[in-house]
């Protein structure tokens, strides 16, 4: 956001006259100078104070989510630098603010009552990850095909990079489309994909990292987590959880609770991908809050679902964010599009160039 200050300058003018003469005594004419003015005031007063980072890309996300729901299309890519780009896992990426805008009428076309709410955002230096939840129904044509007439409503994540005047320079957005597009689709199995979630009320939790002792605990612990998972260490992994830990990888149908649900996604992804490695390029913790952005490596060497083994390498890009208390996890939100590695793994087809809501059902990997 910029801030314009306008100051005029008034400069009163001077006139002297003398008369010389030896006999006589200087005379001085008198000087006029112009009052005050209201606008030497305002030129001399304090310049407003330039808004924060912080400030710029809170007006920013509020700025994109009443632009989202307004279905302004244009006003959503003005939000964006004009070489700004849009990546979504799973597709192409989308350059530039007339891309972007193509992306968000897709969208519009698709699901003409589209709605989004942002439900948490935390924040680091000029980065900003953010969990929302977007609903609609299916009136509009998809991928060429007629409206289904059915709801959808997904949990997703975005990870945006912003300048200093708070446009964004890239946003990672994170979305399970087969996840959508199960829900849309009257013939797919109830409990095999997560059920269309209600828009969230309410204004989201905001998170700021300030680089305490206790995020420091957190982001240990986070990745003594990563380390017995990486290392296929069940004892080390479980020791990190409770019974009232709480997971949501929304690529899966449901919740997972307590000790022995955590001990089955650990076999469960374990056997699939024995050699699964991470990278976390991005990673910080705000508060008890710890967010980290990477990607999932391994080869397909058991079954994934319903899928048999494959053999063939996958490439996940993923969000975890991680709540921790006294060591524990509390809750832990993972965002990924399970896409991706179902087109690696040759059980769908690729998407190509098709924008996020065009998208055709693909077969659940839980």
Known sequence: MRTTIAAVAVVGMVSLACACDEDKKTTETT???AAPTQATATATATAAPKPSPAEAQAKTLKSLVDAWNAHDADKIAALYEPAGKLVIPGLKDFSGTTEIAGEAKADFEAFPDFKVALTKTFVKGNVSVSEWVITGKNDGPLMGQKPSGRQMGVAGC??????????????????????????LDPKAKAGT?????????????VHTSAGTPEEAKALASVN???AAFEGKKESDFLALVTEDTTSDDYTAPATWKGVKAHKDGFESYTKTFPDLAQTKPLQFAAGDTVVSEGTLTGTQKGALGPIKATNKPVSLRFVDIIQMKDGKVVHMDTFSNSAEMLVEIGAMPAIGAAPAASVAAAPTTK
Do not use: C, M, N, W
């Open 31 to 33: 000087t006029s100078t």
């Open 158 to 183: 975005s990870v945006a990079t912003f300048d200093d005047a708070g446009l964004i320079k890239e946003e990672h957005r994170y979305v399970d489309l087969p996840t959508e597009t199960s829900q």
């Open 193 to 205: 994909f997560r059920a269309p979630l209600t828009l969230p009320t309410g204004a989201p939790e």
């Open 224 to 226: 003594a987590l990563y």
